[in-house]
């Protein structure tokens, strides 16, 4: 024979104290209950006629794993048991019953001395045999049974039936104080669908699990009920069976003790518990081919037949889930609820949060509008506004960043930290984030940094990220210039640009950026120059082609096209220059001597004299003399020979303005004289043109004509020619 063997009883009496524990759930049936089976102890060889092979092969399998754990490698509670004495005249017949490996292993080990009949040999000694397993004892102990007893002995029963007794009852004592620890026992009531009956058979008039679990640890004349060891067990396997329910299964257990599968399929289908997502009383009357009232009136029904008390651990565990990832997208959360087995397929967490609020569970979980965005209902308000701000912020500089949000709106740090404020920002479909969820932009038709990219490219072939951002840095159209590899992750982002060892440039697909307007003669203007430029040179030949002054000196400061190599050295962006060229255009530039010339008195008039300058006659703006600034501060009129207005000169510290009227009237040239006069007391000024000479007139001692005239304050000639 092997174990086990058709026949024979499959748990040996000599291991029945440590047997002595409850039939699994799974294998637990009707006919073991019937047949009064508890334990594995009581399978004795009468199973066999109760229960199929396959059954019986199942429960001795439980007996050889119980047995094992019993004996580890070494010690263990029963390797000092001592095996039955038999009559040396039955030796061959019990090596006959036990023909194969397990005689084999005997013989081999054992020899002369199995004629001793086992006499005081214990498991320990059989275990120590070679090649002699757990399967071998228990085949060897079951036929040392069935040989008969030469003298029945019953104390040893009634000896092995209290040590089953006392284990017994120290298994329950210590199942109860191990639910009475379980800490949602309190929660466990006993109308509960599903776990209310095992709470009843433990206590009857209990209304939870901890309240009878606390009466049955007080009541002693209770406790050696033998029913209750296996309700316990019982128990506590249906606590762990729910535990690893998915959520929609769960809400289908729940729900299904509330009425028909009909009415239960509507009220799911109505609330969303079924993973639709809800519906209308409409749409449910159409699907089962009811009116909207008699939908309404199945659903008010199994919804008060439904426990909302029930103990719901797995839809918890989820809304728990749900919490700690929002707010997010609604996709995403449905694949982390089935990647973390909290889902067993396709479910709308629609559902989900009708199953909050229907239960009471009370976890501050909403959708937005679009439902699509799964959000705490606390943050509701804060989303739109946070998504709002963000888009304002990449519509001005084409990308913006998590802390630029949190900055514009003033956010508390504590309530909106940057991970949550990137997790609202995440709701919305459109944003692209460029990394780790600080920079991003979002997928419209119009982009200022792509634009401004594209720009910068069309008067270069490529572009090394560094002058990309430089040029950026240059708009006062743009707040906020991302750092470069902001702009190098946006450059890849984008399908118009190809980027290759940090620098950038156009694809062949995309369409060419074209320059218009200012920009446009700037760029054709420098191009003529070979791509580099002096300032003077070039506003001379952008103003020829009627460019406005003002609008030249904005985009020559302001444009991301143009590259200021040096003071008054200006090139197309991305143009290679050699230095060479720079310090020779700089040296251009500068001008001999001074553009306040000489100043001094003459006949009580305070009179300055310039040369007149490219910056003089674009500005208007003259130095004065620091020996003079206090006396020529404040407003002087400039009249003609009628006395009319015709413009004031203000002086201020060691400045003046306002010259712009009289150069606007006059053809003057760079190079020419000026000479102001102010007469402080009538606080009235004149101003003359000319050449060298008429500086030198002022410097050297004036006529009696000159004195006249001086005198006067409004000469004929200054009147005539230039104040008219």
Known sequence: MSYPAKGYTLAPQLLAPWLDVPVPAYLDSAEIRDAGINSLSDLSAKVWDILDNTKCIELAEQILSRVKSLLPARGGPIRDLRLRSVDPTVT?????????????????????????????????????????????????????????????????????????????????????????????????????????????????????????????????????????????????????????????????????????????????????FDGSGGATLQSVGDSVNLTRERVRQIIKKTAGRVITTAYMPVLERSLRFLRQRLPASVTSLELDLRAAGLLSGQFDIQGLCAANVFFSRQFDIDLLDDGATACRAIDLEAVGTIVSEAKAICSHDGAGSVPAVRSRLNLDARRFPEEKVAALLNTDGEIVWLEDRSWFYFQTSRNRLRNYVRKMLCVAESLHVGEIRAGLARSIRIDITPPKRVILAACKAFADFVESSGRISLAHDAPQYELFGIEKTLHEVLSAHGGVCSREKLEVECLKLGMNRNSFYQYLSYSPIIDRLAEGVYALRGTQVPPGLVLELGRRKSREGSVLVDYGWKDGLVWFGYCISAGMHRSGVYSVPSAFSELVSGEFEFRNASSALIWRMRNRGAAGWSLSRLFSTSDVEVGDYLVLSFDLKTRVGSAQLGSHELLLSFSDQPSAQDEHILLDGSPDVIQDSLLT
């Open 92 to 272: 061959r017949e019990l090596l006959e019953k036990t023909r194969g490996r397990t005689a084999n292993q005997l013989w081999r080990g054992l020899g002369h001395a199995l004629d001793d009949g086992f006499v005081d040999r214990t498991i320990a000694d059989v275990m120590a045999l070679k090649n002699f397993g757990v399967r071998s004892l228990l085949e060897l102990l079951v036929v040392l049974e069935t040989l008969p007893d030469e003298q029945p002995d019953n104390t040893a029963a009634e000896d092995a039936a209290r040590v089953r007794l006392a284990s017994q009852e120290k298994r329950t004592r210590g199942l109860l104080r191990k639910i009475a620890r379980f800490r949602d026992s309190k929660r466990i009531l006993s109308n509960d669908p599903r776990l209310g009956t095992s709470v009843k058979r433990i206590w009857p008039r209990a209304t939870s699990l901890a309240e009878a679990i606390e009466l049955r640890l007080g009541a002693l004349e209770v406790k050696r009920d033998p029913t209750l060891l296996r309700d316990l067990s019982a128990l506590f396997s249906c606590i762990s069976t729910l535990k690893s329910y998915a959520a929609d299964e769960e809400l289908s257990a729940v729900c299904a003790f509330a009425g028909s599968p009909r009415n239960v399929n509507v009220f799911m289908h109505y609330y969303g």
